[in-house]
């Protein structure tokens, strides 16, 4: 398959402008809000480092539609609210991410601004292809660090949700899901997606 030349001038640009503005390593917070107030990449920022994430697959927007219809779906008559990216997630000073979603029960939650959030009660992440690491490890230990209570995996690879709940300090697997199962919030009681019917989305024509 031909590589996407104009994601690449994209991706290229906004290197250059980053490294033009402040070299890495030297990125502050008013410094990324500043950049991502301007861009419409997704940028994430850890201790002066800024990490510009790739565009996402129509197949990662689809899925991630479905479980936003869903969530947003059960939350609504209760007075809460689901928001997908792009959002910016402060982890705490010097780091930001940005979900693909995240998950209040009250849709006037403290931990909102207009700029960034300062903590969520879910967040989800669909595992991009570039490097699932980055889901799996780095993320788990960045929403653990913000003391985000719940964190969904969603992996197309597997065709699995994984969903972890917060223990003292870190992560605990409450289950895998895959295609047959139905996987369900610990901290929204009620709610749960068919796996199957989350990936199905992915491939609708």
Not at 3 to 16: D, F, H, M, S, Y
Request: a negative charge.
């Amino acid at each position: 398959m031909a590589t996407p030349v104009g994601a690449l001038v994209a991706q290229e640009q906004v290197n250059g402008l980053v490294e033009q503005v402040f070299p890495q390593g030297c990125w502050l917070d008013s410094d990324y809000l500043w950049l991502t107030d301007r861009s419409r990449h997704l940028v994430e920022l850890t201790d002066g480092y800024l990490e510009i994430l790739p565009m996402p697959t129509r197949s990662h927007q689809r899925i991630l539609a479905f479980l936003y219809s869903a969530f947003q779906a059960f939350l609504r008559p209760k007075g809460g609210e689901a928001l997908f990216a792009p959002l910016r997630l402060r982890i705490r000073p010097g780091k930001f991410r940005e979900p693909d979603l995240l998950v209040v029960r009250d849709a006037k939650d403290a931990r909102s601004s207009d700029r960034f959030w300062t903590g969520a009660d879910v967040v989800v992440e669909v595992v991009s292809p570039d490097n699932p690491e980055r889901d799996f490890v780095q993320k788990r230990h960045d929403y653990a660090e913000a003391a985000i209570a719940e964190y969904w995996i969603v992996d197309p690879r597997t065709e699995s949700i994984t969903v972890l709940k917060l223990g003292e300090a870190e992560y605990v697997e409450d289950g895998v899901y895959g295609r047959e199962e139905q996987a369900s919030s610990l901290e929204l009681a009620g709610f749960s997606v068919d796996v199957g019917n989350v990936f199905d989305a992915g491939e609708a024509e």
